[in-house]
């Protein structure tokens, strides 16, 4: 077979370094062809070969007997009993969310339901964690809208229920939104498809929609630095068809539930070429591909245009011989195109031609196993010191819990949800708006808890404390519903590693999640690295998103956060010390942003604290014995019972604070492994709790009437608080119109 | 009840649906692909909600045009019931069984939330488990559910008991606070001249289980089931 022509010492190297050139040299004993350097250029780009950040990947916990399949493959793989896995997986499309809002954020929900169903499961929910700019930066608004309005215009197309999230605004993400997008899936436990091939001669099948220019090097735009320039990008932003995927769901389910496929992938960034490396890869075997058969959207398509094509619905599996026909029988139904494009071999090598000419033929294994891998130089940040409550203001409660309940961050997101299908399947038992979203499992009496979280001004004050929070958050939130939480997918959304101060906030984050996944019994089964979130080297706040599953065995012992009848007991679990360090209170009242200018160290988090109320509080709702649950986060106490207030249409009375807490800080201190729960009988959740070595204290009652009282004294009608918090987002948006 | 869903490429609650009727009626629905030629011989024919077609075109526009749906309105002619809720609704004024077209929302934005929903008539197969003037509460999930029909045609509905519910508050009052994409008069579902034939925007087959939130929609499949069992 004729060898590839090789380009001449090409000036545009595609991103790689001049080292990295050196060894593509050495592996091929010759200059590369224009598709080979290609190939190269997409498989060791940050996106694909996570090449700064393996070292550390690999030191977080990911084996526990409940898991089936952990990081490495499409998507994390959690056993929940009868016989059914929880496959899930979250992703972040930053950077063509940024360039193209409604597209980028379109075609991430797209990529991550593929990811998740390749792997035989049926979506059942997705969630999504986004970040913008400063509500006052011109872009901010343009951005909340379009990434919005494409999320939605995807998921409820797919008939797939958005069923909860989270939604930050900062001044660091000005120039770099954070898209982050989750899937859950279900499967038949024994019925998992994986990605590795096998048996040379099997044929390669390419489904879906066709091939177009669009997306061409889009994973090498996700692993570069943004610059003035980045609008002209928008052509490597791909662009989504969700009734193409809704077909393909259907199709390759259908297709599943045969014996026909040996393995399946979907072609996400790096499209063809990362689809039919890391198949062929995994099986040890070869690959040959004859790009003529490729359905195309174009004529003209180049070897290379093909090869880094990142059009979306597109999926490539090696079927067994005899069975193409089953394939394109179903295919025909859905009207997909469903064509061999090749066949495994035993060469080992990537063989791919266009027009009878061979445009590469590369061996695949020293791709992966030859991959640069950095141990980047890395600082650690310096130590804060914790705020003492005495040096910082103490504002009249009323007005600050007001003012907080308005603010951005904790300003009610119905307007972002609202725009969600989340009812669609009919099992959604809890909708957004609360500590974690439920989803009923068909034909079982279980159910799923689900959440996605991260406080990035903590992870910015301190990495190692944030990491952990931003685990710890999501384990309370499960256990707020009453689901006892299996493990976690995880995005880590950072700055420019080539900075050590950056790679430092890597490396602290990773050690304090290892923390609290180590403690908490939490293992960490997929995820997805999104480095170089800079531009014009202002790095974005540091989130390493955490999604979160739990599970329910009987869903109908969930419980939400609404305050239920009148004359309940509030009680607080977990102890006060009043801690101010990071808060939204210092941040959004004493005119100072905490992050990165201030000094003060976030909250500790004791996660032996954590396990220990928190699985006494998931006891305590399995007993029936509480009858609302709230986790204490973000505004911290006072802000925390306003929300149950508000979800239950029903008001409260607080007693005043602890003697040794200041007020203020007792109200709005953001100290950890928290939660508000109401009873109706105070006295034996009290007796449990010492029994268990809990601190519990009852702190209030719910009252007949809908205002806010604080011993006595009205803080806030639930009307005007309503108002306050429902009023601010979309009187934003209005802005724009 | 002997029932079939029809099923569209794009369908995404014919199972929210098929769930609902086989909880009413202890019996699974038939499911047809749009592509089948032969339709069985039913009680009640369903088009359910979702993005038949992507919604390319205009919602419901090219679903009415399936094959298929000449032997749904041959049937509906022939007085099998009918019920088109949400994309099912599109495609029967598309089809021309029911009058008027369902238009973007007024918000120009997809809406998904509960609504109040007041049941204008209990004098249909459909809605006879009800009170008129009973409040309900259901949930819509569209971005095209805003009802437009020219003025002869609104009254001529309203004059002939063929609007089957209208959004409302909670109170019952018909508000433009309650109305959730600008319908005309607050209509949120209509009967064709028989009232064998319902279309609506509104959820019900996702209103028929306590642990959900609502058991609103319930009466409406348990009332099938009666008048077609």
Not at chain 1, 105 to 134: E, H
Not at chain 1, 180 to 205: C, E, H, Q, W
């Amino acid at each position: 077979m004729a060898t590839p022509a090789p380009a001449a010492r090409p000036n545009d190297l595609m991103g790689l370094s001049e080292e990295e050139y050196g060894r593509v040299l050495a592996i091929l004993g010759r200059a590369p062809s224009l598709t080979e350097l290609g190939v190269f250029s997409v498989m060791w780009s940050e996106h694909c070969s996570y090449k700064s950040s393996k070292k550390w990947l690999r030191q977080l916990p990911t084996k526990r007997p409940w898991v089936i399949h952990g990081p490495g493959e499409n998507a994390g793989v959690v056993d929940i009993g009868d016989g059914l896995a929880a496959i899930f997986k979250m992703e972040s499309h930053n950077h063509p969310s940024f360039i193209e809002p409604y597209q980028g954020a379109a075609t991430g929900v797209g990529g991550i339901l593929r990811d998740v169903f390749t792997m035989g499961a049926r979506p059942i929910a997705n969630l999504n964690a986004l970040r913008f700019g400063d509500p006052s930066h011109p872009k901010t608004r343009h951005l909340v809208a379009g990434v919005v309005a494409g999320i939605g215009g995807y998921g409820n197309c797919v008939g797939v229920p958005t069923v909860g999230g989270e939604t930050n605004f900062h001044a660091s993400y000005n120039g770099n939104c954070l898209v982050n997008a989750m899937t859950v899936g279900l499967a038949p436990a024994d019925r998992i498809f994986y990605s590795k091939a096998a048996g040379p001669g099997n044929p390669v099948v390419y489904l879906g929609a066709k091939t177009g220019r669009d997306g061409i090097h889009g994973a090498t735009m996700a692993s570069a630095e943004f610059d003035q320039n980045s609008e002209e990008k928008r052509p490597t932003v791909q662009v989504g068809d969700p009734f193409t995927e809704k077909l393909l769901i259907e199709a390759c389910l259908e297709l599943m539930a045969t014996d026909a496929i040996v393995a399946i992938q979907d072609m996400g960034a790096a499209g063809l070429t990362s689809s039919s490396v890391e198949m062929a890869g995994k099986g040890g075997l070869g690959i040959e591909l004859d790009l003529d058969k490729v359905p195309m959207r174009e004529p003209g398509m180049t070897a290379y245009e093909i090869m880094l094509s990142e059009s979306q619905e597109r999926m490539l599996m090696v079927l067994k011989p005899d069975r193409e026909d089953v394939a394109r029988k179903i295919f025909d139904k859905y009207e997909l195109d469903c064509i061999t494009i090749g066949r495994l071999t035993t060469t080992g090598n990537l063989v791919v031609k266009r027009g009878g000419k061979v445009e590469a033929d590369m061996p695949i294994q020293p791709i992966s196993a030859q991959a640069p891998e950095y141990d980047r130089p890395w600082t650690a940040a310096p130590r804060k010191q914790p705020l003492a409550p005495a040096s910082v203001p103490a504002h009249d409660p009323a007005a600050a819990l007001k003012a907080l309940m308005a603010c951005p961050d904790l300003a009610s997101k119905s307007w972002i949800w609202g725009q969600y299908d989340y009812l669609v399947r009919g099992h959604t038992v809890q909708q957004p708006g609360g500590d974690a979203a439920v989803v009923r499992l068909p034909g079982s009496g279980k159910g799923l808890a689900l959440v996605v979280d991260c406080t990035p001004r903590y992870c910015a004050a301190d990495p190692e404390a944030g990491g952990a929070q931003a685990v710890a958050e999501t384990w309370r939130n499960l256990t707020a519903v009453g689901a006892t939480p299996l493990a976690i997918t995880d995005n880590m959304n950072f700055g420019n590693p080539e900075r050590p101060e950056i790679m430092g906030q890597f490396v602290g984050c990773i050690a304090g999640m290892r923390a609290a996944c180590t403690a908490l019994d939490y293992p960490v089964v997929s995820g997805n690295v999104s480095l170089y979130n800079e531009t014009q080297g202002q790095a974005i706040l540091p989130a390493p998103v955490i999604g979160g599953v739990g599970l329910l065995d009987d869903v109908t012992r969930t419980i939400d956060l609404s305050l239920k009848g009148p004359d309940e007991a509030i009680v607080l679990i977990g102890d006060t010390a009043g801690w101010l360090g990071q808060s939204l209170y210092v941040r959004e009242l004493c005119g100072r942003d905490t992050v990165p200018a201030a000094d003060s160290a976030p909250p500790p988090v004791d996660l032996a604290a954590e396990k220990r109320n928190g699985d006494f509080v998931r006891a305590a709702i399995a007993r029936r014995q509480v009858t609302a649950c709230h986790d204490v986060s973000d505004g911290g106490l006072l802000v925390a019972v306003a929300e149950m207030a508000l979800a239950g249409g029903r008001g409260f009375d607080l007693k005043p604070a602890a003697a040794d807490v200041p007020l203020h800080a007792w109200l709005f201190g953001e100290d950890q492994a928290r939660y508000v729960v109401t009873t109706s009988d105070a006295a034996a959740l009290l007796k449990a709790a010492s029994t268990a070595g809990v601190p519990a204290r009852v702190i209030g009652r719910t009252l007949a009437s809908r205002d806010l009282t604080l011993d006595g004294r009205l803080l806030i009608s639930l009307h005007d608080l309503r108002v306050a918090h429902e009023g601010w987002l979309p009187a934003y948006m209005a802005q724009g119109l | 009840m002997k029932s079939a869903v029809i099923v569209f490429p794009g369908s995404n609650r014919e199972t929210d649906v098929a769930d609902a009727i086989e909880r009413a009626s202890g019996h699974r629905p038939i499911m047809v692909w749009h592509r089948d030629s032969e339709l069985p011989d039913v009680d009640l024919i369903v088009l359910p909600g979702g993005f038949s077609y992507g919604d390319y075109l205009r919602t419901g526009a090219i679903a009415a045009r399936a094959p298929i749906m000449q032997e749904v309105v041959r049937r509906a002619d022939r007085g099998t019931a009918v019920l088109g809720i949400c994309n099912g609704f599109q495609i029967l004024c598309e089809s021309g069984l029911l009058p008027g077209i369902l238009l973007r929302n007024a918000s120009l934005k997809f809406v998904c939330r509960y609504v109040g929903l007041k049941v204008e008539t209990s004098q249909s197969l459909f809605t006879h488990r009800y009170q008129a003037g009973e409040v309900l509460s259901v949930p819509v999930a569209h971005g095209d559910g805003n009802y437009f029909a020219d003025p002869a045609t609104l009254d001529r509905l309203e004059s002939e008991g063929r609007v089957a519910f209208r959004y409302c508050s909670m109170q019952g009052d018909l508000t433009p606070e309650a109305n959730p994409n600008g319908s005309a008069r607050n209509i949120a579902g209509i009967f064709n001249p028989t009232k064998n034939v319902l279309g609506l925007m509104p959820h019900p087959e996702n209103a028929t289980d306590e642990l959900l939130g609502s058991i609103s929609g319930k009466a409406l499949f348990d009332g099938l089931v009666d008048s077609l069992a």
